[in-house]
């Protein structure tokens, strides 16, 4: 009959515009309890986390197959409820979802957009611990940010690199995506032997069995999700340590492996001591770095990922530059041990890391540092709009970065080499493995000046017009 064909027709291009199957639609809540929220309120990025609980633990089973792009994992998300809830939400683009279990017992699950929507068959009393695994699998498709670029589970030809600021790591795994939900995480990865899985955190252990071989990193320092990273692929593995004794692991993709980017990646140790001088111990028990490497369209951009930043290695030789270099580790303590709030306090993570390059090219005897400050003073580009006020497609314009090492320049000349001396040190220390916003970075300074700084804050930092001078 006519309409059995359209019912059909209609099956047929639900399944096929979900390519995997069809997503059931969201559970309504457990009867007299109230559903969590679909993001935790962030102004630029409304859907991004979930209110009503609070991630301590994720522990993600990935498989990995290069050939066919396909992804099959199991997230096992330990949490406290923040609030009675009847649902919850955890975000998730892309991918299909099998079962969903809170607490061992099976869930009701649904999606809408990047919401996954889940229903546990008992409510939850705010305090509860509890504990939901998504059993999921698919060809994770990147995400277009705002600002246009590319991001989340990237293929680079041989294998995947996965990039996650803000957004990308719902791409590849089920999770309050939002910066101010801090975790610990075991992420282990299956791969065909032969190739590496890079990630966070320490190498806990490494098996093979039948053709595979599973990486399994544990990240056990607070960990934001936009941190959290998976590469995939040929790598060539260094193993040292700092000055200070901090084991590092540095992966380069041969493809990437330029003497310039060779060179680099053996001044880590003298950069890490470097920033330890100026920023106090290296926050984290590892570090190093992963050199990917992206062909051509995939997009991508360098990302301090937590322990060891990613570098795309797109571009040409070289693969990385030791500035860039320089400013991904400077963010492990601004950015990675104390990370912004909201998307809105961006500025300091990159004003920090900038303002932290600028002090590297003096160091090694290029422009001073108030040369690179008249030169952003003098740049156009960088007064479109305050720091502590980007938008979503502007979340990494060079006001934030520029106009945010600014406020440094201008806060060193207002409390003193002393003062600012303590700053950098005192600033990131103040939330270790936390969370921060402007508003407290601003109430911080205060308390260590005793001066006022609200005009210098209202001009630099809040103020959309080019002062009349530097
Ligand atoms: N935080 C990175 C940096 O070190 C930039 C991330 C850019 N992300 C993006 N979606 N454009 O500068
Ligand atoms: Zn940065």
């Not at 490494?206 to 990486?215: E, K, L, V």
């Not at 795309?312 to 601004?334: N, R, Y």
Request: hydrophobic share 40%.
């Amino acid at each position: 009959t006519p309409l059995r064909a359209a019912l059909i027709l209609l099956l047929l291009g639900c399944c096929l515009s979900c390519s995997g199957g069809a997503e059931a639609r969201p559970p309504a809540a457990l009867p007299g309890f109230p559903a969590g929220a679909a993001g935790v309120g962030d102004r630029l990025f409304p859907d991004a986390g979930n209110g009503g609980y609070d991630v301590t633990h994720y522990g993600l089973d990935l498989s990995y197959d290069p050939g066919t792009g396909r992804l099959t994992g199991t997230a096992e998300i330990t949490a406290t409820a923040t609030a009675d809830l009847g649902r919850f939400d955890l975000d998730l683009s892309g991918l299909h979802v099998g079962r969903v279990t809170v607490d061992g017992r099976p869930a009701a699950e649904g999606r809408s957009g990047t919401e996954l929507v889940v229903r546990p068959a008992r409510s939850l009393r705010r305090g509860d611990r509890f504990e939901t695994t998504v059993d999921y699998a698919g060809v994770p498709k990147p995400l277009t940010d705002p600002d246009g670029s590319h991001e989340g589970w990237l293929s680079t030809g041989d294998g995947a690199l996965a990039l996650g600021e803000p957004l990308g790591s719902m791409t590849w795994f089920p999770g309050n995506d939002h910066p101010s939900d801090k975790a610990a995480y075991d992420i282990t990865v299956s791969v065909p032997d032969g190739l590496t899985a890079v990630s966070n955190g320490e190498l806990a252990s490494r098996a093979g069995s039948r053709g595979r071989t599973s990486f399994h990193w544990r990240t056990t320092e607070p960990m934001a999700s936009y941190l959290a990273t998976v590469a995939i692929g040929h790598y060539t593995v260094t193993r040292s340590r700092t000055p200070g004794a901090v084991p590092l692991y540095v992966a380069v993709d041969p493809r990437s492996d330029d003497r310039q980017t060779a060179a680099a990646m053996r001044r880590i140790p003298e950069i890490l001591a470097w920033e330890s001088g100026l920023f106090g111990a290296f926050p984290f028990q590892s570090s190093g770095a992963i050199v990917a490497h992206l062909p051509g369209g995939e997009g991508g951009y360098a990302l301090e990922t937590q322990n060891r930043p990613v570098f795309p290695g797109d571009s040409g030789p070289p693969a990385v530059a030791v500035g860039t270099l320089v400013h991904e580790l400077s963010h492990q303590w601004f950015g990675d041990w104390t990370t912004p709030s909201s998307w809105q306090d961006i500025w300091l993570n990159e004003g920090f890391a900038t303002y932290t390059e600028w002090l590297w090219t003096e160091h090694e005897g290029g422009a001073s540092l108030a040369r690179s400050a008249a030169a952003a003073f003098a740049d156009p580009g960088n007064w479109t709009f305050a720091p502590a006020a980007p938008t979503a497609s502007r979340l990494f314009a060079p006001p934030v970065y520029e106009r945010g090492a600014l406020v440094l320049y201008q806060l060193h000349r207002a409390l003193g080499d002393k003062a600012f001396a303590a700053l950098l040190r005192d600033w990131p220390a103040a939330h270790p493995h936390g969370n921060a916003s402007t508003a407290e970075f601003a109430a911080f300074c205060g308390r260590l000046t005793g001066k006022d700084l609200s005009p210098l804050f209202s001009t630099w930092l809040y103020g959309g017009a080019k002062p009349a001078r530097l």
